[in-house]
């Protein structure tokens, strides 16, 4: 089954405690992305990566960092995170069409 | 200017009724469209990519008019298992980048 997975679904950290949320897909493409929600803004992209070892910034790339050494999965990093970065984040593979993970929702306090 | 922008709506409909919602993009380099469809918090899932020539999947139908830069989203007899956000995605020419809009809400009552 094509799936897209992130974990943790869930978190409440607090201010400047290093997090990753990962995200993995099965079906080997070489675009993933990531994306934080929030109400009345949508999905803003963060970054991207077009294959192994390839990223880019999106349109909110502050605070975070990614990496990508395998093709499935594409982490997220938040070296510092701050209250501005709760949120609801997605992952996405693929480019024509972007299957979406189940999301995770970060609190920072 | 948002790139990518929509009305947030809600739209509150009878079941049976027709719908329709429009996208405007700002960059009139962009190359491909899609609407996805976003249930509560959820994460978002493809219902149709967008061509020139406009395309129909069921009682969906996209349009896209590159003149005055828009794309829209018809929905005929309305169930009451559409109710929800209706998301447009624009991607530029040739790049990776994709741009969401807020998304559209809808509300379908029996």
């Known amino acids: 089954e094509a799936q897209v997975t992130q974990n943790p679904r869930y978190l409440i950290t607090v201010t400047g405690k290093k997090l990753t949320v990962t995200c993995s897909q099965n079906?080997?493409?070489?675009?993933m992305s990531w994306y934080r929600q929030d109400p009345g803004l949508g999905l803003r992209q963060i970054y991207y990566s077009m294959n192994v070892e390839v990223t880019d910034k999106g349109d909110v790339p502050e605070g975070y960092k990614v990496s990508r050494k395998e093709k499935r999965n594409f982490p997220l990093i938040l070296e510092s995170p701050s209250p501005n970065q709760t949120s609801l984040y997605f992952c996405?593979?693929?480019?024509?069409?972007?299957?979406f993970g189940p999301g995770t929702r970060l609190l920072v306090l | 200017r948002k790139e990518v922008e929509q009305d947030p709506g809600p739209f509150n409909v009878p079941e049976g009724a027709t719908v329709a919602f429009n996208c405007t993009y700002s960059n009139s380099a962009s190359q491909s469209f899609f609407w996805y469809r976003q249930d509560c918090r959820k994460e978002p899932k493809l219902l149709m990519s967008v061509y020139s020539s406009g395309n129909e999947d069921g009682r969906f139908t996209a349009q896209l008019n590159r003149a005055s830069q828009y794309i829209s989203l018809l929905i005929r007899d309305s169930k009451l298992s559409d109710s929800a956000t209706y998301l447009c995605v624009v991607s530029p020419t040739g790049g990776f980048k994709t741009i969401f809009g807020a998304g559209t809400r809808l509300f379908v009552k029996a």
């Open positions: 996405a593979s693929g480019k024509t069409t972007q299957y």
């Open positions: 079906m080997n493409h070489e675009y």
